[in-house]
Nanobody
Framework: QVQLVESGGGSVQAGDSLRLSCAAS????????LGWFRQAPGKEREFVAG????????YYADSVKGRFTISRDDSKNTGSLQMNSLKPEDTAVYYC??????????????????WGQGTQVTVSS
């Protein structure tokens, strides 16, 4: 059973930056795509960014492209989401997740079976 723990959330002003981290244990992290999702109050969970198992493929939601950067360090079983130029609409609980199967790329929450507890990001104007 894999465990994922996010950290790094907080309350910031619009235009500020935050770096979220995801620590994984209990599964061979390096063979899984890492995904970041977010959920704002009253909204469905949405895809934010993903990095494939090789680390050479990254993909982003249009709303964060150019502002957010996803990365991973398989030697430490960790992943990160660098968030720059934050906007109030980025306010949400952010989750890291691993998909059901190794080597699987996806942007759909239903394809991910392991989730962290989430970390709150609040951006004020």
């Amino acid at each position: 059973q894999v465990q994922l723990v996010e950290s790094g959330g907080g309350s910031v002003q619009a235009g500020d930056s935050l770096r979220l981290s995801c620590a994984a244990s209990g599964r061979t992290f390096s063979i899984y795509t890492l995904g970041w999702f977010r959920q704002a109050p009253g909204k469905e969970r949405e895809f934010v960014a993903g990095i494939n198992w090789s680390g050479r493929g990254t993909y982003y939601a249009d709303s964060v492209k150019g502002r957010f950067t996803i990365s991973r360090d398989d030697s430490k079983n960790t992943g990160s989401l660098q968030m720059n130029s934050l906007k109030p609409e980025d306010t949400a609980v952010y989750y890291c997740a691993l998909p059901k199967s190794p080597f699987m790329d996806s942007k759909f929450a239903s394809d991910f079976s392991s989730w962290g507890q989430g970390t709150q990001v609040t951006v004020s104007s």
